[in-house]
């Protein structure tokens, strides 16, 4: 399984960012996935996943913010990122919400600067 993700860029607080995660191969419709993120000096934490029939669960750091969602038929998934603050910045990542994972993608950066 590859994973590609790409929508990343610099944004000014307040701003929205659209991100998209690409999985080859067909096993994404069988698994749950989810957007991790990873800022400097942190751990690779979980913001966003969505279950194979659409279910959505946040952190509390993005709820109200962020919505994920999914195309089964493009083997894709999104994140709608709005009223990004700075604290926002990291490099983003789609994976599978629970091992076991696959391998990890190169991520796409999100930067929230004035």
């Known amino acids: 399984v590859q994973l590609v993700e790409s929508g990343g860029g610099l944004v000014q607080p307040g701003g929205s960012l659209r991100l998209s995660c690409a999985v080859s191969?067909?096993?994404?419709?069988?698994?749950?996935v989810g957007w991790y993120r990873q800022a400097p000096g942190k751990q690779r934490e979980l913001v966003a996943r969505i279950s194979t029939g659409g279910s959505t669960g946040y952190a509390d750091t993005v709820q109200g913010r962020f919505t994920i969602s999914r195309n089964n038929a493009k083997n894709t998934v999104y994140l709608q990122m709005n009223s990004l603050k700075t604290e926002d910045t990291a490099v983003y990542y789609c994976n599978t919400q629970t091992a076991p994972f696959w391998t990890w993608g190169q991520g796409t950066q999100v930067t929230v600067s004035s």
């Open positions: 191969g067909s096993i994404f419709s069988v698994r749950a």
